[in-house]
Structure formats: structure tokens, C-alpha cells
């Protein structure tokens, strides 16, 4: 009997293996130790907040209450940084699961949402487990005023699909782009139009780098059912806490029906954690001070990779980064990205990320982290820049 008569077509056994990842398996059996420029694991990079470990001891989470919502004392620490009611959250167990939740609320099987390319990989997945599918739109980059959405290929993409919701991502992984002040108004304007949700994933708002200051969250905003992302993973950099949550805003009346729908879909998990829950209102008032120590290294990384690859003369560009956790270096188009991350990894052991993971147009960007700490960022720089001026020579 085909396998297919017991399984759903959402999923596949196929471990899709890539190229980099089975060099990567094999030098690691050969005991080859490998530098991995790409880390975003904030947890192997030393990055942790204080009191952590005080938080989580908390003697209230012995006790369990049921909340669709999340505990009310730790949506009320919320509320109180994000400027909202704690009626307008929702806890769930990371960002990733807030929108499997939001696809259950916005989509039928079938059903098409909006997402940024390049983009982060995953939405081809969080999307195809709800039986609905991703349609990407276009990040457009200019040198050296960074990306812009193509505002006229995403009315093209709602016209051609009837897509239930738009997806963005402010600032994007990996470009590192805000939502423009200009594509704000234009983006509350299209979906209001269309009658479509808009989810905003701000997971990555307060690490602001090259950004002009005219960043802003598109929470709070009455123009279109809006739903804002956020978690500890990347605010904190606490991704094993497990805690992520939604903001529900727009039209009062839309609002209060998404809420109520959503109450629903949240009250048949009860997915948030009492520890994490608990933790969050001992945690939010060391984030700005955490965020701001992690930026400052971020920004020190960024100045290494620039001061090694950037200027006039350079052969390589370090494209803008206005925000979040990676860059991304352009190469002469000389190899695809994907020869260039496997000689790399080969002759220098540095791992990175090939600009086609996340459906770059074009050929040699690689995306690296810049979360390491900053020696090890410096040695994977070096090792880099040594690979890469042999390849053009
Ligand atoms: C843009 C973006 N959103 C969400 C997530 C996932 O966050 P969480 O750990 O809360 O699921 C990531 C993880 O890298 C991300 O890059």
C-alpha cells in the first residue's frame, strides 16, 4: 500500500539534507572543529541575562491556572512595556506557534498569506502545516538605501491569490529592513482594502543598527486587524524559555472578534509555561539594558565585517543592515553562494549561510551572524576574507 494512503501531504519523511549540512556532518566525524559564522543560537554565543535562573524559581508555578490568555500578572508586565491592555495579549509557547494559531484563525485549508522574500525559511513550513500556502512578495535592494517592498508586485500577488493575510517581518530576517514610515501607511491602507489581517513579527525591533531612527512597531494602530509578534527568544535571548506572545490590535469591532476566536484555538493548547510565565514580570525590566548590551555587540561585529569588506575599493559589499542579528555580505558573482559557503567550510572550516536558503535573487550573498562573541566573530572574518580574496585572485 502507498505510504501516502496513511499520511497527510503536509509532511514529508525526507530529512532534505543539503549540501552544506552533509559537509558539514562529515568534517565533524573527521574531528574537524568548525567555526560557525551563522549561529543565531544566542545561548552558544554567551548572551544571557541576568537572574535568569532567580526567575524561573518562582513557587507560584507549582500551583496551575488555566488561562487561554497566559497568567494575568505576566500580561500585565507586558502590557505595561508594550503600552497596551493586557486584554490585548495572547501567551503562547514561542512566536513560531503564535502563528500556527493565527493561520488556524485567518486561513481555510488552501487558503494563501503574504510573506517577505528573501525571507525567513520557516514560513514555508509554520504555513504548510496549517494546509496553507506562502506566497512571497518582493524585498527590493538599493545600494546603499537598503530594501524596499514592492508595493505594486504585492497588490498583484492579493489581486492573483485572495490571500487572508500579509506577513512582515520588522525588521526581515535576514535583510535586516524596517517597515518604511511611507510602506506603513500604504501596508495598513492594502490590507484594509482587501480585507486582510496583517501580522507583524517585531521579534527583532529593538536591535536597531544602521537604522535612520524612524523605526516603529506597527502595533497600536486602528486601520486593519493587526496582530504583532514578539517572544523572549530574541528579545531576551532566552529561546529555551519558551515564551512568545500577540498583540491584537486594529478596528474595535474586528478586534474583538479575532479575540474572542482566538480565545478559542489558545484555550485548546494552554501551551504557555507557569516557570516562563511567572519569570516574564522578574525578566522585562532588565530587557532594555539587555538589549542594549547585546547591540552594543552587534554593532562592534558589524564594524569588523564592514572594516574588513566595505569601502569604495572593494570587490565585496556589506549590504545595509538597519536591524537584527545578521548581515549580509555580497560576493562577485565568480561561484553560486552555495560553491562559495562549501569551499568555505572545506578549506577554512567556517560555516555560513548561502543567500539561497532564505530565496535571494541573486547569486553570492552570505548571510552571517552577528551574535558571536566578538574574537570568535573577528577569527570567522579573517578566515573569510582569506577564502574569499584566494576565489577572486
Ligand atoms: C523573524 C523570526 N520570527 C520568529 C522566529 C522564531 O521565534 P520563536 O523562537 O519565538 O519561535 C525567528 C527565529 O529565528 C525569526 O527569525
Known amino acids: 500500500m502507498n505510504e501516502s494512503t496513511y499520511f497527510s501531504g503536509r509532511v514529508s519523511a525526507d530529512p532534505h539534507r543539503n549540501r552544506l549540512a552533509i559537509l558539514a556532518a562529515r568534517l565533524a566525524s573527521e574531528g574537524r572543529a568548525i567555526l560557525n559564522l551563522s549561529e543565531s543560537n544566542p545561548t552558544r554565543c554567551g548572551l544571557f541575562p541576568e537572574g535568569v535562573l532567580a526567575a524561573l524559581s518562582n513557587a507560584a508555578s507549582l500551583e496551575y491556572h488555566p488561562d487561554p490568555r497566559g497568567l494575568p500578572g505576566a500580561r500585565q508586565a507586558l502590557a505595561l512595556r508594550?503600552?497596551?491592555?493586557?486584554?490585548?495579549?495572547?501567551?503562547?509557547?514561542?512566536?513560531?506557534?503564535?502563528?500556527?494559531?493565527?493561520?488556524?484563525?485567518?486561513?481555510?485549508?488552501?487558503?494563501?498569506?503574504?510573506?517577505?522574500?528573501?525571507?525567513?525559511?520557516?514560513?514555508?513550513?509554520?504555513?504548510?502545516?496549517?494546509?496553507?500556502?506562502?506566497?512571497?512578495?518582493?524585498?527590493?535592494?538599493?545600494?546603499?538605501?537598503?530594501?524596499?517592498?514592492?508595493?505594486?508586485?504585492?497588490?498583484?500577488?492579493?489581486?492573483?491569490?485572495?490571500?487572508?493575510?500579509?506577513?512582515?517581518?520588522?525588521?526581515n530576517n535576514p535583510t535586516g529592513s524596517f517597515i518604511r514610515p511611507a510602506e506603513r501607511a500604504r501596508l495598513v491602507d492594502f490590507c484594509s482594502r482587501n480585507g486582510m489581517a496583517l501580522i507583524s513579527d517585531e521579534v527583532f525591533l529593538p536591535y536597531a543598527l544602521e537604522a535612520d531612527g524612524s523605526q516603529e512597531s506597527l502595533g497600536g494602530q486602528d486601520g486593519c486587524l493587526t496582530f504583532i509578534l514578539d517572544g523572549l527568544s530574541k528579545l531576551m535571548c532566552l529561546p529555551q524559555l519558551k515564551l512568545g506572545w500577540i498583540r491584537v490590535g486594529g478596528p474595535p469591532a474586528l478586534r474583538g472578534q479575532a479575540m474572542a476566536r482566538l480565545e478559542v484555538i489558545a484555550d485548546t493548547y494552554l501551551s504557555a509555561g507557569a516557570p516562563a510565565m511567572n519569570a516574564l514580570p522578574l525578566l522585562l525590566p532588565g530587557a532594555d539594558a539587555f538589549v542594549a548590551r547585546t547591540r552594543r555587540r552587534l554593532l562592534l561585529n558589524l564594524g569588523v565585517l564592514k572594516e574588513r569588506f566595505g569601502g569604495d575599493d572593494s570587490p565585496f559589499r556589506v549590504l545595509r543592515c538597519d536591524g537584527g542579528w545578521i548581515a549580509l555580505l555580497e560576493c562577485p558573482r565568480i561561484e553560486t553562494d552555495e560553491d562559495l559557503a562549501l569551499g568555505l567550510l572545506e578549506?577554512?572550516?567556517?560555516?555560513?549561510?548561502?543567500?539561497?536558503?532564505?530565496?535571494?535573487?541573486?547569486?553570492?550573498?552570505?548571510?552571517?551572524?552577528?551574535?558571536?562573541?566578538?574574537?570568535?566573530?573577528?577569527?570567522?572574518?579573517?578566515?573569510?576574507?582569506?577564502?574569499l580574496d584566494r576565489i577572486i585572485e
Not at 514560513?123 to 502545516?129: E, H, K, P, S
Not at 577554512?348 to 539561497?356: K, L, N, Q, R, T
Open 82 to 171: 508594550l503600552d497596551c491592555e493586557p486584554d490585548d495579549l495572547f501567551l503562547a509557547a514561542s512566536t513560531s506557534e503564535a502563528y500556527g494559531w493565527l493561520f488556524k484563525l485567518l486561513c481555510d485549508p488552501g487558503d494563501a498569506v503574504l510573506v517577505p522574500k528573501p525571507g525567513y525559511p520557516l514560513f514555508d513550513y509554520l504555513a504548510g502545516l496549517e494546509g496553507v500556502r506562502a506566497i512571497p512578495y518582493r524585498l527590493e535592494y538599493k545600494h546603499a538605501d537598503g530594501w524596499f517592498i514592492d508595493l505594486d508586485g504585492l497588490e498583484q500577488a492579493a489581486a492573483a491569490t485572495g490571500a487572508r493575510a500579509l506577513v512582515v517581518i520588522n525588521p
Open 347 to 387: 578549506a577554512e572550516g567556517v560555516a555560513v549561510h548561502p543567500g539561497y536558503f532564505f530565496d535571494f535573487e541573486r547569486e553570492g550573498c552570505l548571510a552571517l551572524s552577528l551574535l558571536l562573541e566578538p574574537p570568535r566573530f573577528a577569527e570567522g572574518v579573517d578566515r573569510l576574507g582569506r577564502f
